[in-house]
């Protein structure tokens, strides 16, 4: 096989492929408009491509295309070479489309609708690889639009693979002729030819310059058709440029042929249709932007207040948290002097109730020590439940009734600019609103006390660690072996060896003051530490909760619609740029034009 037909069977590949993600995307579900306008647009040109593919095999479908009087019938003459389409120059003599196929083809396969046309069969060459038809003029108004001339041309021109755009000297400016094939021309390949040479002054620089801007226009045709028939009836074969048009018909359109032209056709049908339904959701896009950012900025708000409220209930509670922060740290370090100083400061309360206990002298008093215990147990583990039940606490509060409504009344507003259904808000009552604020601020809160924990852990493993620790456990290490050799000097050394007297209790009670000072000065500066820290961490982890919360809102249908909308037209935005890329790797055919698309 040769590298030309794999390349060309690679293509067909892609285009299969390019035609199953469109079917796909026409048949997703959609609550915007404009996706749905896309979406049966694109069903009824995907319908067009099915018709193009079962007939990738069948001869092309040549038809005439211009304005009354330009000559179509008398092409189609001398393109055959002899008098087979009624003519005339003033007046329309085509009012019954004529199709002329050659005996061999089947007219079923062509899928036009043979009902209206007039078939005539001649065993021509031309008419081997292709079937003309001979059309009625857009520009005249013989009966009414849908049954008229220009009804019947609109039927026949979506079938057709190539017009054979014909114009003159008098008509190649004419608007309705333009806007009509502006209307049809999509899909199809285009030979610009201009009639009455005889007759006419060449146009054809003027015309170019009067298509350039819509249609790629690489060769005009400047033919005389009445000699052409003449010649042709008289055995020669056509001189001039009708020749080389009747040439270009002939050998051009081969087998291999038709399948790139209607290859091509496909494509640029396809992509026409995705630039006119980008512009068509490019529109509405800017709206539904508006709609995300009301979204986001309602879910914002609700957030910030969320945070400020947390932020306030926590650092309320902080001594709940310093204690199990400290309590936390003090299991990690173990035994070391300055843990010991932490413990005994931590359980300063159960160490002066203990203390209390071998005073007592009485069962009058040993129970009033036993109820001032009991109620300092309970209270603390009041307050315990009272800093935890308090994040819950929160959420009771809701947003205004007035913020709920006219945050629902504004997305009204921008779904009804954007086309989305306005039913995707639903008919809430306000106590549907605050219950779905509460559910929203639950949700916010959960989270809240789930970090909480893993704040406290984590902080508790940073304070433990030993640049926190050194500097009190060296300082209490060094004065504690100050003191003990003092001791251990003036008990071992001064009073058996120098007769020196023994340290006064003086000494110790000194010692002990300046112990408890330091122990106080180090309590101090660690919880004060631990409290800046515990601060900034809280802080932090509001911020965290407003700047990661990705939750539902107010509406969450309404968010699930706007980001599938978007989805969609980002899906449709890659078909567009597929397309266009296989519109572009198709080889360009010399002599046949075809109709501007802009590019994406």
């Known amino acids: 096989m040769r590298p030309s037909e794999l390349r060309q069977f690679e293509l067909l590949a892609t285009m299969d492929s390019l035609r199953q993600k469109v079917a796909e995307w026409i048949e997703q579900p959609t609550d915007w408009e404009p996706v749905h306008r896309s979406q049966l647009l694109l069903r009824r040109v995907i319908d067009r491509v099915e018709t193009l593919r079962v007939r990738m095999e069948a001869p092309l479908i040549v038809a005439t295309f211009g304005g009354t009087g330009t000559g179509k019938s008398t092409l189609v003459n001398a393109l055959l070479g002899e008098e087979i389409s009624r003519t005339g120059r003033q007046r329309p003599t085509t009012t019954r489309p004529l199709l002329i196929i050659h005996p061999r083809t089947d007219p079923q396969q062509l899928g036009l609708p043979l009902e209206d046309l007039q078939i005539v069969q001649r065993d021509l060459d031309l008419l081997r690889d292709l079937v003309l038809i001979d059309c009625p003029d857009p520009d005249t108004s013989a009966g009414d639009e849908s049954t008229g001339n220009l009804g019947q041309l609109r039927n026949l021109l979506p079938h057709c693979d190539v017009l054979l755009y014909v114009s003159t000297q008098q008509k190649y400016r004419s608007a309705r002729v333009s806007e009509e094939l502006q209307r049809t021309a999509a899909g199809c390949r285009i030979l610009f030819i201009q009639t009455h ?10 015309w170019r310059k009067t298509l350039a801007t819509d249609y790629k226009v690489p060769e005009v045709f400047f033919v005389d058709s009445l000699k052409a028939i003449q010649e042709q009836q008289a055995g020669l074969h056509p001189t001039g440029e009708l020749g080389q048009l009747l040439d270009l018909l002939t050998n051009k359109f081969g087998v291999s042929e038709r399948v790139r032209v209607r290859r091509a056709n496909v494509l640029e049908l396809l992509h026409a249709s995705f630039i006119h339904c980008r512009e068509l959701l490019d529109s509405k896009l800017p709206a539904l ?35 199990r922060l400290l309590s936390g740290v003090i299991d990690r370090w173990g035994f070391s002097p300055f843990s010991c100083v932490l413990r005994a400061y931590h359980g300063l309360g159960s160490l002066v109730a203990s203390s209390m206990l071998f005073r007592t002298r009485s069962a009058a008093q040993l129970a009033i020590l036993g109820t001032v215990q009991g109620a300092r147990w309970l209270e603390g583990r009041r307050e315990e439940q009272a800093a935890e039940s308090s994040l819950r606490k929160l959420g009771q509060a809701g947003l205004d009734d007035t913020v709920l409504r006219e945050s629902e009344i504004i997305l009204r507003g921008h779904l009804s600019t954007a086309e989305l259904r306005l039913d995707l808000l639903g008919r809430q009552s306000l106590s549907d609103l605050r219950h779905q604020a509460v559910e929203v601020e639950t949700d916010f809160l959960g989270d809240a006390s789930r970090r909480i924990d893993a704040v406290i852990q984590e902080q508790s493993h940073r304070n433990a660690r030993w640049r926190h620790r050194l500097l009190p456990e060296t300082i209490l290490i060094l004065y504690l072996g100050f003191v003990l050799y003092r001791v251990g000097k003036n008990f071992f050394y001064d009073s058996f060896l120098s007769d020196a007297p023994l340290l006064s209790t003086d000494f110790y009670l000194a010692a002990s003051l300046f112990l408890a000072l330091i122990c106080a000065g180090l309590i101090a500066r660690f919880t004060v530490l631990i409290r800046s820290g515990l601060a900034t961490r809280i802080r932090t982890l509001t911020e965290q909760l407003v700047d990661s919360r990705s939750g539902q809102g107010l509406f969450p249908p ?19 740029l597929e397309t266009e890329r296989l519109r572009n790797e198709l080889a360009d055919f010399t002599l046949l034009g075809g109709r501007k698309v802009r590019a994406t």
């Open 289 to 323: 932007h508006q709609i995300n950012t009301a979204l986001a900025q309602q879910q914002s708000e609700m957030n910030c207040k969320m945070a400020t409220q947390l932020q306030q209930e926590l650092l309320g509670n902080r001594r709940l948290w310093e204690r």
């Open 197 to 206: 040479a005889d007759l006419d002054t060449d146009i054809r620089d003027d």
């Open 558 to 576: 309404l968010q699930e619609a706007v980001l599938h909308s978007q989805r969609q037209a980002t899906e449709l935005h890659s078909l567009s």
